[in-house]
């Protein structure tokens, strides 16, 4: 050796201490299971011995190459025992999955080591026996070749595999656990050392560790959680008392070491190991895909071919075994099921049927002995008997039984001939979802038979709920089941009318638009015969129509079927639009106007009462045409036509005609026009002729309809009726309690339109008529009379309309009569509680003819206040005290008395007209206008009129009103009371500053009619605003022209 300085006892020191810790960990067989630190540890012991001899023989100084020799092993040896603890700390498992890892590094590890000894050949010379060990040393570490054993490279690739959370079977999972117990050294069978084992690299990898070691975990957290669940062979024992009989368990031998189950199909593969078939194949599969070698599962040895040979005599074995055991459970189950109460032993009849269930399933070739041994009729019997005491669990059960059953066509048979479906279709309303599941797939099963089909269609309730089911997007499986037996049930020509009757129209629609003209009537008779709801209505009209529309220029049958078809979708209003944009009116106009005979009656009263429902609303059918020529139903030949037909039509055709004439004439885009031709065609008089028809239907329209034409024939239906003395007749109908409600009303609206005489108030009404009238508004609601009828709405503006006769009618007698039964109060009840327009209106109109009529009953008062009188008037002038007079109406400048006038100012009646101003109706701002403008049209009071208007905020709420309204009657009712208002000169002073009246004022002077020009010019000069509008100036006539311009 050369000398040197240099001395390598720290990484001498390091060498020995690595190496003592590597021999300490190989002192137990049991720490190195794995065969890469095994041969690591051997060569460590080599390179313990060279190193101490080396140290031993070298002087005190070494040269540098040995010392780096020596530092680059302490260095490598470092790294290798960090290795070695790994294989020494860490769980199996975890080596396992990082077995090439780890055997790389130890192989890395001894390679380099054996090259750092190779620098130790030339300082070794004088030492031939150290330095041939440390040349074969060298030579082997550097040589070395670590593998890991083929089983181990299996798992450890079938475990990077499962980290990809595969979905796999039962058998691939037994036989994935036995490949990691054989690698492992364990046993597959001891549950506790591979549960540890798990355990262990579960607690490896809670620190920070790669995602596929974790996916790793879960996968054989999975594997082995399903693994352990083994199949309770001993599950289908019942305890039950069978003589000397009990199953017999299956021998070891029977169980198939992959799915632990009794195999079915056993064979034998090279290994002389018997598995399931499926089992096997199933592994074989995933071997192949993972591409590695196929191996029998039990003992690991590589498979040179995949030949699975029959197990003859194991399979026959198995087979005796089972025919033994099911006959004992049948027996079983026959006991249980035939007894006198099955409810009462609900847990041994659940496990019944769980087990004839099984031996159905996996046993199909003994249906035959549960069919003979009269298992299926026990159970449709315990479904009849005790469905209620067993509960939905085990009625569930029952059906699945059966429906497993039903794949027998003799059990099927027996079923139908038990009535199974009635009991499946009572199923169908379970709560529990799984019994409606079993209930719609054996209703399912069934329903390939015709004959089934139409017997699921003619059980009661049974579509509906099917339909329903059909709907239900919170159990989509269980939609798609229903489905599926409708539409099996549909291809049933007999099932038509009962699957339109459950909302499946389909059938029905695809048959009446596709099939022969015979099904198209067979159809069209269903349509007009069935009871549709108005969604099914709509859908029929939608997606049938034009074919029915087509069928009425058919032969006589076609077009009666499709006409009462036609009647029955009419019924429905939003289906007028559809019926209209058909042209069916085309059609329907020309059957009724046909030249009629005997055989066309019906025709004729079905197309009048089509196109009855057709107009009975209005908004699409007037802009409609109903002949070739363009002619709409409000046109006068189509008027005067239906006017000719109602004269000599049959009775129930007369009715649908007197509607026909109600829809066309209440119709806001008809209404003038028909009116016009009605007195044209001398319609009045022939409707007139109805009212007093013996039937009932015939004089309700024809009520309707008159009191439709008193709103613009007034005059002329008034003459109509006098002078065929029918006048008093509405009276009557008024009166008689016996009568129709809807005739009293009528008749009541019809009065209450038609100009009636100030002396026909008296003489064919009768003062009479207003106590009862009143009487019956107070039976309206919010008013406080306590009786129970209450007048329908038309009732109440036609009483409303009746006493505006009398409260126009300036007789003394007749006022006295309102006074007396405080006519205004009504009015005012009307006011404060009405909603329709109508009733508001006259209600305010009212009020504005009594306010008329406070004047006659002023002037026929003394208008002086009495001074008061009696015994106790001259004390009062003894004690110095003047005696109290009575306070004047700032209206009518006398004493008005609350009780005993028509003052709207002491009726309190100012307020609810100054609301009614800002009403959205315009003919209702117009009568509250008018009502108020009575109250000034004395001038002699006017300021202190328009001063107490202007305390109540009436003359702010005009003005507001005037500055706000468009040109019209609106208009001129309104600025006539500005106008007046601006006459008293305080008022004038305000306003004339208000730019928005002054705006509005010049604007109705340039826009307005004559007496709206007239009123502002005047408005405007008592605002000295003459000067931008003309160079005239105002008259101030306006007083005398105050009752011309009103």
């Known amino acids: 050796m050369t000398s040197s300085a240099v001395t390598p006892a720290p990484a001498v020191e390091s060498i020995n201490r690595s190496l003592s810790e590597i021999s300490a960990f190989s002192s137990s067989s049991s720490d190195y ?24 023989s070298s002087p005190e100084t070494t040269p540098p190459s040995v010392n780096t020799a020596f530092k680059g092993i302490a260095g490598e040896l470092t790294q290798a025992l960090e290795t070695l603890s790994l294989y020494k ?3 199996k498992i975890y080596v396992l999955i990082h077995c090439q890892t780890l055997c790389a590094s130890l192989h890395e590890r001894t390679v380099a080591i054996g090259a750092w000894l190779a620098l130790l050949d030339s300082a070794l010379l004088s030492n031939p026996d150290l330095h041939k060990k440390t040349a074969d040393l060298s030579r082997d570490m550097q040589q070395a070749q670590f593998k890991v054993t083929e089983n181990e490279e299996r798992v450890y690739c079938t475990l990077q595999k499962e980290a990809q959370i595969r979905q796999s079977s039962k058998a691939v999972q037994s036989a994935i656990i036995m490949d990691l117990a054989r690698a492992l050294g364990m046993d597959s069978e001891k549950h506790a050392e591979l549960a540890e084992q798990i355990r262990l690299l579960k607690l490896d990898l809670a620190g920070s560790n790669p995602v596929s070691d974790r996916r790793i975990l879960i996968s054989l957290e999975r594997i082995f959680e399903s693994w352990l669940v083994e199949p309770d062979i001993s599950s289908r024992v019942i305890d039950l008392d069978l003589e000397d009989e009990s199953l017999i368990p ?3 031998n029977f169980i198939c070491p992959l799915t632990k189950e009794v195999m079915k199909d056993p064979v034998v593969l090279e290994s002389s190991q018997t598995y399931e078939r499926t089992a096997i194949k199933y592994w074989f599969d995933r071997c192949i895909e993972d591409g590695r070698d196929p191996t029998c599962p039990v003992t690991g040895q590589v498979l040179k071919t995949l030949e699975q040979k029959p197990n003859i005599n194991l399979a026959g074995a198995i087979e005796e075994w089972l025919n033994r055991n099911i006959e004992i ?25 769980e087990n004839v269930y099984k031996i159905s399933e996996e046993h199909p070739s003994s249906r035959y002995r549960i069919r003979n041994a009269g298992i299926v009729v026990l159970i449709v019997k315990l479904l009849r008997n005790c469905s209620k005491s067993i509960g939905s669990h085990v009625r569930s059960k029952a059906l699945l039984v059966l429906l497993s059953m039903a794949k027998d066509e003799e ?12 009991l499946a279709i009572h199923s169908l309303t379970a709560s529990l979802e799984k019994e409606r599941e079993y209930a719609v797939k054996l209703l399912l099963e069934f329903s390939c038979d015709e004959g089934y089909c139409t017997k699921i269609a003619s059980q009661k309730g049974a579509l509906v709920l099917l339909t329903s089911m059909t709907g239900n997007l919170e159990h ?17 020509e007999e099932n038509v009318q009962h699957l339109a009757a459950a909302g499946r129209f389909q059938p029905l629609l695809t048959r009446l638009c596709e099939g022969t003209e015979d099904v198209k009537i067979e159809m069209a008779t269903l349509v007009g015969n069935m009871t549709l709801t108005n969604d099914g209505k709509e859908h029929i009209a939608q997606h049938g129509i034009k074919v029915l529309v087509g069928m009425l220029s058919s032969k006589l049958e076609g077009r009666t079927s499709s006409l009462r078809a036609l009647h029955n979708l009419s019924s429905l209003d939003d289906n007028a639009t559809i019926l209209v944009d058909s042209g069916v009116l085309v059609q329907l106009t020309n059957i009724l106007f046909e030249d009629g005979q005997d055989d066309l009656s019906e025709l004729k009263e079905l197309a009048a009462s089509t196109t009855a429902n057709i107009v009975s609303k209005a908004g699409h059918w007037e802009l409609a045409s109903v002949d070739k020529r363009g002619r709409s139903m409000q046109s006068e030949l189509t008027i005067h036509s239906l006017l000719g037909l109602l004269s000599h039509a049959s009775p129930k055709c007369q009715v649908a005609l007197l509607q026909i004439l109600c829809g066309i004439v209440s119709s806001p885009q008809a209404s003038e026009s028909a009116a016009a031709h009605i007195k044209s065609g001398n319609g009045i008089a022939t409707i007139v002729s109805f009212l007093e028809h013996p039937e009932v239907d015939h004089r309700i329209y024809a009520f309707r309809l008159t009191s439709l034409l008193s709103e613009r024939l007034g005059p002329d239906l008034a003459d109509e009726l006098r002078a065929s003395n029918k006048l008093p007749l509405l009276k009557e109908k008024l009166l008689d309690i016996q009568c129709k409600s809807g005739e009293r009303s009528e008749a009541a609206c019809i009065l209450a339109n038609l100009p009636i005489s100030d002396n026909e108030v008296k003489t064919v009404l009768g003062t009479s008529l207003v106590q009862w009238a009143i009487t019956t508004l107070k039976e309206q609601p919010g008013s406080t009379a306590g009786r129970n009828t209450r007048p329908t709405p038309s009732m109440v ?9 009398f409260a126009r009618n300036p007789d003394p007698t007749v006022l006295a009569i309102l006074k007396e039964h405080h006519l205004m109060a009504v009015f005012l009840n009307q006011l404060r509680f009405a909603s329709k327009s109508t009733v508001k209106q006259r209600a305010a109109l009212g009020l504005k003819h009594l306010s008329e009529s406070a004047g006659a009953l002023v002037t026929a008062r003394d208008p002086k206040p009495q001074l008061p009188h009696g015994f106790c008037i001259p004390l009062m002038f003894m004690c110095g005290k003047a005696p109290m007079v009575p306070e004047t109406c700032p209206i009518h400048a006398v004493i008005c008395d609350e009780d005993n006038s028509f003052c709207l100012l002491k009726g309190k009646a100012i307020k609810p007209l100054s609301n009614l101003l800002n009403d959205e109706n315009t003919d209702v701002q117009i009568a509250a206008v008018e009502a108020l403008s009575t109250l000034i049209v004395d001038t002699h009071n006017l300021k202190r009129v328009v001063d107490e208007l202007d305390q109540l905020g009436i003359v702010d709420n005009l003005t507001t009103l005037f500055t706000e309204v468009r040109p019209g009657m609106l208009q001129e009712r309104s600025i006539w009371m500005v106008e007046r208002f601006l006459r008293v000169e305080t008022h004038a002073q305000l306003y004339s500053v208000d730019q928005g009246l002054v ?48």
């Open 999 to 1046: 705006r509005a004022l010049v604007e109705a002077f340039k826009h307005g009619n004559g007496n709206t020009k007239r009123h502002a010019q005047d408005a405007l000069t008592n605002l000295k605003q003459l000067s931008g509008v003309s160079g005239k100036t105002s008259s101030q006539t306006g007083g005398r022209r105050l009752m011309n311009d009103r």
């Open 33 to 56: 299971a794995w065969d890469p630190p095994r041969r690591f540890s051997g060569y460590a012991k080599r390179l313990h011995l060279i190193v101490n001899q080396c140290v031993r």
């Open 797 to 805: 503006e036609g009483l409303l309309g009746l006493l505006l006769h």
């Open 411 to 422: 059990s099927k048979q027996i079923m139908l001939e038990e009535g199974v479906t009635r």
């Open 89 to 91: 700390n860490r769980s």
């Open 250 to 252: 299956p021998f070891k």
């Open 329 to 353: 459970q049948i027996k079983a189950a026959v006991q249980h099921l035939g007894s006198e109460d099955p409810s009462s032993l609900v847990e041994s009849v659940e496990r019944v049927l």
């Open 476 to 492: 989509p499986a269980l939609s798609n089941l229903a489905e599926e037996v409708l539409r099996k049930v549909e291809k049933v």
